[in-house]
């Protein structure tokens, strides 16, 4: 039985962390393409409202999309980095308070899966284990929830980002290019209110929060942004 519980018990924790870690991307490509609707909405719709020609609604789209998605992504590339690095220094630090004091690692290590339901001397066979096997790991593991050498991807998280927003923003992009006059406005505001009802319970069911609220959120930001920005632009033609 216990030998059974020793390599299950990692394992499974991993799977956990990794299944998480993927639906986070998920929810982030999610956020991102809503960001994407939203922020191009609002400057197509403020272009609008300020009586602007058909290239002038799609050269601001254009660059709204292209301007959001490049401060996504270089905003997500720097945040992640900078966990990166403080998951490095965490393993840095960890090696050292091994080194140091072993014995102390290896009893909190046993503390740790105690905690976590297993008996005070199956803890200490469990701990004891991987201590021998990989105390690094085990150590980081029980301590931070940090996989050695598992380093999330600032790239990957700025790809993310970026592309997730230029997928949100074509659609109110696309709806003020071809929608004709004078149902531009109407129309736009019609494809992103569908389009953020998707995004919205999409989020709310990874987030496992109630979907209407999530929905009605959703769309009271999203019109709220749109309407306040055609006012803006018919107030200052």
Known sequence: MSNYLLHSIVPREIKKLRLSERLNVVRAGVLGANDGIISVAGIVTGVAGAQQSQMTL???????MFAGALSMGGGEYVSVSTQRDTQRNMVKLQEEMIAANPNREENALASYYENKGLGLDLSRQVSSSLMEQDPLAATLKSKFNIEFKDYFSPWQAAFSSFFSFIIG??????????????????????SVIIALTFTGYISSRLGKSNVIKGILRNLLVGLGTMIVTYLIGTLLT
């Not at 923003?169 to 004078?182: C, D, N, Q, R, W």
């Not at 531009?184 to 505001?189: A, D, F, L, Q």
């Open 58 to 64: 799609f050269i601001s789209g254009l660059a709204g």
């Open 169 to 190: 923003s074509l659609l109110p992009l696309m709806a003020i290019t071809f929608i004709p006059y004078p149902y531009k406005v109407s129309g736009t505001m019609f």
